[in-house]
Nanobody
Framework: QVQLVESGGGFVQPGGSLRLSCAAS????????MAWYRQAPGKQRELVAA???????KYAVSVKGRFTISRDNANNTMYLQMNSLKPEDTAVYYC??????WGQGTQVTVSS
């Protein structure tokens, strides 16, 4: 059982940056894939970025080049650095571990 807690969301103007954190209650060392998803109002939840034990990463086309996912196994934490934010990035962002564990989500709002 792994419990996940996201933090770092908030309100930011277009072009700004935010760094999301996902703290796990247990070890993430053996969890093959960890990922960030987001869900905007009226839309389906979508994959934003994922990272594996081996260090490979993948990104949604809409965020590639602007977002960076990383994981710190020693501190059981995953991050999402978000730069050059756009209004269309506004959503609730969720942390996922091993496809089965989810955090409660953190709101990101990008608006002028």
């Amino acid at each position: 059982q792994v419990q996940l807690v996201e933090s770092g969301g908030g309100f930011v103007q277009p072009g700004g940056s935010l760094r999301l954190s996902c703290a796990a209650s247990g070890s993430i060392f053996s969890i093959r894939t960890m990922a960030w998803y987001r869900q905007a109002p009226g839309k389906q939840r979508e994959l934003v970025a994922a990272t594996t034990i081996g260090g490979s990463t993948k990104y949604a086309v809409s965020v590639k080049g602007r977002f960076t996912i990383s994981r710190d196994n020693a501190n059981n934490t995953m991050y999402l650095q978000m730069n050059s934010l756009k209004p269309e990035d506004t959503a609730v962002y969720y942390c996922n571990a091993g496809t089965q564990w989810w955090g409660q989500g953190t709101q990101v709002t990008v608006s002028s």
